[in-house]
């Protein structure tokens, strides 16, 4: 690298500059013929409401109309920024001699980081290619852009509803009362796990723990895409019945455990991960497992997580569980409920 290179970039980051004023992504470059620039321009996409004006495009059709010609024959393009696969290609089409770039562009670079244009022998046209002038200064700057930017969106982010994540105690009241006539009270069966369990990153999971007496056995019930806890009501009461224990947790983004809005959180092996996490925090006999329709999609997960702890898989039919609905989704606020159901589906399509 000369210390023209070194000037010319000085150059092309003094427009930079103007972009990250103007609020562009701070980009600039500079085209030069003969010692001389014909050609500059910074980002403005945002401004020019224009996807090609790149600061490369906009330099390059500067000196174009300067020198009355397309082809760009023996200049050189300095740019802040490793071009993009548009930029590399205009650069191609004008015939540069060479370009000269400052930082990488590790998520579209098209200069060797990403992929290389200038680098294919199967195009007609090539062009020199060399980066790391003054790269340094090109990184900080970009680096403090969209440190402002990152501020200036969680000022102007919109709050989350504080029952969005965590639906209120209080929206749960008449399906305890449908409880009640099933012989289940809250203060005795229910209880919210946090800390305890590592997988949950700060989540709360709800889960009921029903049993009269000393269990003869022990039942871990998974609910569907489309239940919690109130599907398993007469179920359960058979159940108890019969002295035997059943754990009936609220999948994460279901019933009265929290709901992370984002869909990608509700992967079959992450709730497998978290119940495995519950449950092994508790002395437990080996587990019967009963599925509600469409829980069999949580058995491999979960089965090669828990392994012996299990003794058994069983479905139970949809007439063995409360009918659908006011109970499905009557407490919940908002829609943000829906995005553990949606998730699930996917699963199924998968």
């Not at 058995?299 to 058994?312: S, T």
Request: glycine share 8%; hydrophobic share 45%.
């Amino acid at each position: 690298m000369t210390e023209a290179d070194h000037r010319y970039m000085a150059e092309a980051l003094a427009l930079a500059r103007q972009a990250a004023q103007a609020g562009e992504v701070p980009v600039g470059a500079v085209v030069v013929h003969q010692g001389r620039i014909v050609g500059q321009g910074y980002n403005q996409p945002v401004s020019q409401r224009d996807p090609t004006a790149h600061a490369e495009i906009v330099a390059l059709r500067q000196a174009a109309r300067a020198l009355g010609n397309y082809r760009l024959d023996g200049c050189t393009l300095y740019v802040t920024l490793e071009p993009c696969a548009m930029c590399a290609q205009a650069a191609l089409h004008a015939r540069l001699k060479r370009v000269v770039f400052a930082a990488r562009e590790p998520k579209s670079g098209a200069a060797g980081s990403v992929l290389d244009l200038f680098a294919q022998p199967a195009l007609n046209a090539h062009t020199r290619v060399e980066g790391g002038v003054l790269a340094d200064e090109a990184a900080a700057l970009l680096q403090a852009f969209f440190r402002q930017r990152r501020q200036q969106q969680r000022q102007q982010a919109v709050p989350l509803r504080e029952d969005a994540l965590r639906t209120p105690e209080a929206a749960f009241e008449a399906v305890w009362a449908q409880a009640a006539g099933y012989g289940l009270r809250r203060e005795q069966h229910s209880r919210y796990w946090q800390r305890e369990v590592e997988a949950l990153q700060g989540l709360r999971l709800h889960a009921l723990d029903v049993s009269a007496g000393s269990a003869e056995s022990t039942w871990l019930c998974l609910h569907g895409p489309g239940g919690w806890w109130p599907q398993w009501l007469p179920w359960l009461a058979q159940r108890v019945a019969r002295r035997q224990r059943c754990l009936v947790p609220d999948l994460i983004g279901f019933g009265q455990s929290d709901k992370p809005k984002k869909a990608a959180w509700h992967t079959p092996q992450q709730h497998a991960r978290v119940l495995a996490g519950w449950l092994q925090i508790q002395p437990l006999p080996p587990l019967q497992v009963a599925l509600a329709p469409g829980a069999e999609a949580l058995q491999p997960a979960l089965g090669a997580l828990l392994g012996a702890r299990i003794r058994g898989w069983h479905r139970v039919q949809p007439h063995d569980l409360l009918a659908p609905g006011a109970w499905q989704q009557a407490p919940f606020p908002d829609a943000g409920h829906r995005a553990g159901p949606r998730a699930w589906s996917e699963w199924a399509l998968a």
